[in-house]
Structures are given as structure tokens and as C-alpha cells.
T-cell receptor, first 116, second 110 residues
Framework: AQSVTQLGSHVSVSEGALVLLRCNYS??????LFWYVQYPNQGLQLLLK??????LVKGINGFEAEFKKSETSFHLTKPSAHMSDAAEYFC??????????????FGQGTILTVHP | NAGVTQTPKFRVLKTGQSMTLLCAQD?????MYWYRQDPGMGLRLIHY???????AKGEVPDGYNVSRLKKQNFLLGLESAAPSQTSVYFC?????????FGPGTRLTVT
């Protein structure tokens, strides 16, 4: 079975500062990893995904994440925060094959606040 | 192309009442999922389907039933609603490990 831990339920940054949202996973087989963003009163939107190709993954809105197998991490970063980045972010893991195919296991979420 | 749609958007039920949430997708995806979202707990999988006519239990299936009679629709039923089922419900469909989410249904059980 796979699991996801997001370190920090709330992260606060100033506009223009680096955004770093942490995600660690556990999986007995090579994982697929995802970051989703949820704006208030909306559904989830895919930011980026890792599917065993390049370990540095670029997503929408200037976000990127690096898959580090040795650290079982998939942290999300953005060099310069914008007010519009304020939202809740979810890390998720999926595995290929077997009865778990396609099922996502989510972390508990990190609320990002951006101060002017 | 509407993607994934959910009906209704909001609903208030009394304890013991029943209701059905409808999810529809127009992307011809085989896989569909129902999640519930509660504060501080992320999204938890209720039931899922790997194709028309098939359903399977997820992480938190108790108190819910589902049906997938048509490929494009996935229904979530609550036979006897309880206050613990107050939540936001999301439907998703997937292709090649990427899931596409609906806008959600906010359900309150009083």
C-alpha cells in the first residue's frame, strides 16, 4: 500500500518569495506522483505529474517538482510567489498495474497563504 | 467538452434521508472515482469503477453505494444519511493515471 505525507498543513510566504511545499511518499513499487491545486470552492486541478520520465517536472503557473527516489520525496517549488498562488495543494501517489491501478492516495493538503 | 460534471452542487439532508449524487464525464474514460473531502484529511476514496458495470470499494465505503450502468455516469447513493456524511464529494475520471475532477457537491446532513 502507498501513503503520502505533506509536511506542514499551513505555509505562509511573502509575495515574491520562494514557495516550497514538502511531500514524502511510501510505495512498494515505482510510483506515479502528482501535485494538485484547489482554489476556494472549486475542484482539483492538476499542477504537474511524475510518471518515471525526467525527475525534474515542470508544471503550470511556474511550479516544478523534483522526484528524489533516495529521499522518497516530491517537493513542490516556485521561485517567486504570486498572490494568485494562494490555495490548497495536494500531493498524491498512484501505482501502475494490479488492483490498485490508477487509484490515487492523497496527502492531507497544505494551505498556502501569500502575503503582500 | 464539459469534462466531469456533478449534480447537484449543494444539498441539505435530514438524518435518515436518502439521496443520489450524479457524476457524468464526456471523455470516454474507463475509470471513475468518488472521493470525500474533509478538513485536514485530504481526499479519501469511497468507491471506484474500472469500467461499465463494475464497482469496487475504496478506503471509506461504509454508508455509501454506487452504480455504473453507463460508461459515462457514476452514481453515489446514500441510503440513510448520517451527520458524519457531511462533506464535500468529488467525482473524478481518469486516463493514463491522470485524474480529472468535477467541481464537487457540498452535502450537509442535519
Amino acid at each position: 500500500a502507498q501513503s503520502v505525507t505533506q509536511l506542514g498543513s499551513h505555509v505562509s510566504v511573502s509575495e515574491g518569495a520562494l514557495v516550497l511545499l514538502r511531500c514524502n511518499y511510501s510505495s512498494s513499487v515505482p510510483p506515479y506522483l502528482f501535485w494538485y491545486v484547489q482554489y476556494p470552492n472549486q475542484g482539483l486541478q492538476l499542477l504537474l505529474k511524475y510518471t518515471s520520465a525526467a525527475t525534474l517536472v515542470k508544471g503550470i503557473n511556474g511550479f516544478e517538482a523534483e522526484f528524489k527516489k533516495s529521499e522518497t520525496s516530491f517537493h513542490l517549488t516556485k521561485p517567486s510567489a504570486h498572490m494568485s498562488d494562494a490555495a490548497e495543494y495536494f500531493c498524491a501517489v498512484s501505482v501502475a498495474g494490479g488492483t490498485s491501478y490508477g487509484k490515487l492516495t492523497f496527502g492531507q493538503g497544505t494551505i498556502l497563504t501569500v502575503h503582500p | 467538452n464539459a469534462g466531469v460534471t456533478q449534480t447537484p452542487k449543494f444539498r441539505v439532508l435530514k438524518t435518515g434521508q436518502s439521496m443520489t449524487l450524479l457524476c457524468a464525464q464526456d471523455m470516454n474514460h474507463e475509470y471513475m472515482y468518488w472521493y470525500r473531502q474533509d478538513p485536514g484529511m485530504g481526499l479519501r476514496l469511497i468507491h471506484y469503477s474500472v469500467g461499465e458495470g463494475t464497482t469496487a470499494k475504496g478506503e471509506v465505503p461504509d454508508g455509501y453505494n454506487v452504480s455504473r450502468l453507463k460508461k459515462q455516469n457514476f452514481l453515489l447513493g446514500l441510503e440513510s444519511a448520517a451527520p458524519s456524511q457531511t462533506s464535500v464529494y468529488f467525482c473524478a475520471s481518469s486516463h493514463s493515471h491522470e485524474q480529472y475532477f468535477g467541481p464537487g457537491t457540498r452535502l450537509t446532513v442535519t
